[in-house]
Each structure stands twice: as C-alpha cells, then as structure tokens.
Nanobody, 129 residues
Framework: QVQLVESGGGSVHAGGSLRLSCAVS????????MGWFRQAPGKEREGLAA????????YYADSVRGRFTVSLANARNTLYLQMNSLSPEDTAMYYC??????????????????????WGQGTQVTVSS
C-alpha cells in the first residue's frame, strides 16, 4: 500500500502564505496522479489542484488558480502545495490523495475526490482575518 502523510498546516493571517507537504511512501505505483483537496465544516470536499506525475502536468480549480501551486519532488516522494494570498475562506482540513489511474480530460474539467482512491489523514489550515 501507499502511505500519504500531510504536514505544514497551521495558522496564518489573511494575505499570508503556507506550503503544505505530502510525504509519499510504500507502493508508489498507485500515484499515477496526485491531488490536493480541502473540506471545511458543513461543506463538500473540494478539489484544488492535481498533477499527472509522469509528465508533471498540473491542473487547478478556478477558486485557487493563480494563488496555489502544486509540484512534485524529483524523487516523486513528496507532493507540495504552495498557497499564497490566503483568506479566511481557505480555512479547512487539507488532504493529499493519489490515484492509480486518471483521466486527463476529467481533471481538466474538474478535480473530483471520487477519482482518487488513496488519502492522507489531513492537515489543518486556519486563516484569520
């Protein structure tokens, strides 16, 4: 199995930045695509960014495009999410996820949690006004 462990969450003032990390270990064959998601209390889990790990092609939700950047370490053992210009609306639990297969066409339209089968346990991000 693959293990995904998020880190880097915390508290930040509005306008600030955070970089989340997702350590990948175990069976990396299931990390054909990887993604970042978040879920705030009372809301649906929201896809934010995804990457095809082979060619490192990236995809973003409209809500974060231009503010968030997803990247993958050269060794493919760490996934990152750089978050800039944070606002209180970004407060949520943030999760990384992996998929052993994915559709580039689907990712280009929407990053949906149902397309990802392996999940970390999350890291909390809190943005104060």
């Amino acid at each position: 199995q693959v293990q995904l462990v998020e880190s880097g969450g915390g508290s930040v003032h509005a306008g600030g930045s955070l970089r989340l990390s997702c350590a990948v270990s175990g069976d990396t064959s299931v990390t054909y695509c990887m993604g970042w998601f978040r879920q705030a209390p009372g809301k649906e889990r929201e896809g934010l960014a995804a990457i095809y790990t082979g060619g490192r092609t990236t995809y973003y939700a409209d809500s974060v495009r231009g503010r968030f950047t997803v990247s993958l370490a050269n060794a493919r053992n760490t996934l990152y999410l750089q978050m800039n210009s944070l606002s209180p609306e970004d407060t949520a639990m943030y999760y990384c996820a992996a998929a052993d297969t994915c559709s580039i066409q689907r990712l280009a339209k929407r990053i949906h949690p149902s397309d990802f089968g392996y999940w970390g346990q999350g890291t909390q991000v809190t943005v104060s006004s």
